[in-house]
């Protein structure tokens, strides 16, 4: 066919017009243009594609397109022809090696040996066993783990190229690919090798190895694994069963072995109680994040920790110590340190306020345009006035990191004492002292403390050390470094001139512990706009606020912000005069916040039924009448009680023991009363009495015996269970949510109950606006445990927001016409209420009254949240003596029945 | 009848005190218009200390009662006892106040039967009168006689809670642990520490006070920052201090313990 002088596609859009149009279009976005020969070969190969089956046309497109419009000819002969081969076979093999061969292709022959070596042999089991395993495989080499891919073909090779029965080899097909794809990558090449010793030996170790992974020898070095792994093997050959149990850990053996080689700690293991020293130490919540999640964000080199203002990033696993024990103080010593740059507000810089306190940043910022919202933090607008900005962040990170060590050596001196080893020792690691210059001299001086050491510019780094101390007064903000900066560039300059690489912070740090604004710009990017609209509305009026403050303020409250907050921050940060009148004020503020889009307007009316409720409005100090509308609802989309069975597998022990301790609590033990007139023993002081008087001629009591009573408990409690979305997030360090968990929790409360006898409903709500708060009867007082309770509990899912003063209330109205002497209502929540038009002070408020209300009718109102470490504003929320904090949800099953026998004990 | 003497419960030197509102103010006026005071707050937070130094200000013995729940009525108002072939009526510690013009302090009312509570209600209202059945005597309590309990509303059981019409018998005061300076000059003056030791004690204790899970529902309280000042003055390690005295005592979850000691490290 000659086709020189049509386009090479043509014979693709006379062959399918359909696919011509789509691949026109791929084509026509390559950059840099493909060239004639490529697309004559496109064209050639989509036409055959679509011979054999329809779907195969655009899956080699695909693959073509992916080796490029520059592709070499060999590579694009040698892909088309082996599809082609593969075609001889069927559609499927072809589908299969057109999707996955571009990878393995561009990773050179040897991976393609060892590829077309793997596929021959599992071909061998069936076309089937490719599918999984060659995605996977796809999967690693885009990751670019050659090694691991390479590792893991053999592994596939070594394990179908075996004598397994085709249930095994089905089983294994899934197993594999999955194993492959959780391991970590820094140690997946290792692992993989491991597996494949395990599955030489004997493919049914597969399952008790994978199961030791999990179980923590995951967290085992190359050559650790490798230890363990023999040592499993060769027990296996003296006992099969004995090495099944050391591989899968459950000898105690097999334990100790693993527990002594293991030094890795994951950051998952320890986060709760790094967030929980955070919480205490900054008195409020600060995040602890994974590497990992800061992706394309991770700041150059590596660091062992950074923060962007919103939270602090820890490696994902923490290897560098010795043993556990060593990574963990690690962790916490990174954590120590980190944290001082939150307690000393180095995130909150705000180029306004150093101009308006700073005359020298003044000059320096001149020409700034220090307003616009462009997705750089202030910080880095500030060093931009530089000629040369890098010198100048490398000074001013000298005067942060001085600052900040200032404040630890007046209010942590034993933080400091732990720290400054650990720094010095990496800072003779990285810096030998023939490699010393201006900038690690004055690091030794400022943050080690150090005395100065003979070297370079001895007396002008010895000038620079003075003017810190001079001009860093205690409690300094963070702009008064900036002002230090402006003081010194210029001479800086001057003194260092041109000398490559010292007029920028080193590459690396002892520890890492540095600033990263880039890092901080973009995760406040976000808030700033907001926050610069509704600073300018507050300018406006004549009220000064800094931009930083509000941006801080948007990201400790998660976006929200209340006219009440912004009082408190108008009165103690701004400047200028407040607006008069208190209650003037908050209305301005309101609608302020309301034109900055900060407040979402009220949603319109609709119609009514269901239940009505009021809601409290502080600002009125008024309820507002019938304002929110509760209507019930039904919990759909489960007939089975498979959470209810799978918890009581799960928890067995617990709920052993919590059978026997609430057994005790059943006739609530027993009641001492004395001076009765039977019993099973004397009351001696009655005898006392009983002899006196008869002495005096008095007719004595004949009341002289102690009984003990049973006293039958007589107690009502309703479980109510916050089912917003956010019971969707994941649980840190497991992969269950918390609403799973707080399933699981609800399991164990029905069993408890019904042990106790004590009269019990279980309820959930949630809902979008006030027109729809929805509440969800799970289990009604006087209804009976039945299998529809319990497959309502496993059908419970995250809904919307939570307006929780009408949950409350409702819930309230299930328990106020009840008989019983002790009313208990338990809220379980993973966090604040939040609803349209219900947020901040209002919403804070709104449930406060109405769990006064409730106690007012005698029913006792507690709430436990979860997942979020304590914040004081949950005092506000519940009141100081009602409320209890667990921040690992993953203990609420046990709290939540420990909680219930402390509240309902009698003595 | 003989004069009672009041000599026991008078208290000689002044108690320390540090006040930190007006509740002295406030105290004073509820003793001139003879009114009952409920005193609030968590455990360590001063209330006793207030008292005495009350009763040590205003000249008026002290008799104070630690309840419990095996106190009975009769502990309160008193018995007949046999003494040498006879029997004598010995007066019970409220019925002793009552008489002599003391203020009477029961400490942790929550925590007596509910029936006994019940003896306290005449006596807290206008008629001030104090009905003992046994003896058959009808007691008016003396002019300057004052009832003062404590109540903290703390972490407890449900079940366990004063009834409205034992509360609102009485005047309330809010207690709570001092602002910050305060506090270090209070733990200081009694663990006999420096000021500069005392701020790193009360810094210690607003970091625990953060960390409000289950577990440690109560934060450390002033009592336990003086143990830790006066371990520390006798020359024990200050870490090793605060641990033995603050942090063991405060919670049995180990997790929670090892935040603590990560707070006490920073420290010292
Ligand atoms: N304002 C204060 N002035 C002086 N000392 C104080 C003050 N507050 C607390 N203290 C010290 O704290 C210690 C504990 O206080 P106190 O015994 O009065 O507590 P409490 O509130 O009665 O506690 P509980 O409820 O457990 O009985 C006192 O011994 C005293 O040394
Ligand atoms: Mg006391």
Redesign the pocket.
Known sequence: MAMSDNHPLDFLRIADPETHVWVAGRVALMRPAPSRRFLTRLAETTVWALSLESGLGRVVTEGLLQLGGQAHDDLLDDYVARVRRAGATGPTLARLMAMHLVPVLAAGPAMVQRFDTTVGIMRGKGTYTLFEPLSVLGTLLKAEEVEAAGAYLDLLATTFGQDISYNRSVRLVYLLPKAVRDFVPRRRKAQIEQLRSVIQTDPRLVDPFLEGMEKGAALLGATDLARFVDAGLSHHGRSPKAGIAFLSLSSEEGRHFCARLQKVVPLSRIRASLERYLAARLGHRLPVRPMSALGDRLPEGAPMVCSDGHAIYLPDEIDQGRDPAANIALAKLLIRLEAGFFEWDSFAFDLARAIDRYPAVARRAAAVEIRSVDGRCDAERFLDCFQRPALAEAIWLLWELGRVVTGFARRYPGLLRAARPALQNEADRLWPAARADWWTALYRRLILGGAPTGGVGEEWVADLERCFLERMAAESPVEAGADLVCHVYDALAERIGKQRGRDRIPKRLPLGWRLYWPLVGRAFAPRAEAAERLRRRLAEQGIRVYRADLQQMLVRQRGELSSEELQRLVLTRGQGPVPSGADGAHADLAALLAAAGLQPAAADAADGSAFRYPEWDHQLQDYLRDHVRVQPAKVTGSTDDDVYQSTLQRHRGVVTRMRRAFELLKPEGLTLLRQWPEGDAFDHRALIDFVIDRRAGRIPSDRLFIKRLKQERDVAVLLLVDLSRSTANPVAGGQATVLEVAKEALVLFCEALQVVGDSYAIAGFSGTGRHSVDYFTIKAFGEALTPAVKAGISGLRPHRSTRMGAAIRHATVQLAPLSSRVRLLILVSDGFPNDLDYKGDHAIADTRRAAQEARARQVHVKAITVNIGSDPRLDALYGRNHHYVIGDVRDLPDKLLRLYGLLTRRS | MEPLDNAPYLIENEP???S?GDEANLFQAAWEAKLPVMLK?P????????VQHMAWRLGRPLITVACHEDLFASDLLGRYLLMHEETVWVDGPLTRAARMGAICYL?EIVEARKDTTVVIHPLTDDRRMLSIDKKGETLRAHPDFMLVI?F?PGYQSVLKDLKQSTRQRFVGLQ?DY?PAAQEAR?VAE?GGVSVSVAERLVTLAGRVRNVREQGLTEGAS??LL?YAAQLISRGIDPAQACRTAICLPLTDDDRLQATLADLVEDLF
Not at chain 2, 43 to 50: H, P, S
């Open positions: 320390y005190y540090l930190s707050g455990t360590g937070c001063g209330k006793t200390r207030f400490d404590s903290n207690f001092p209070i009694e002033t009592r003086i």
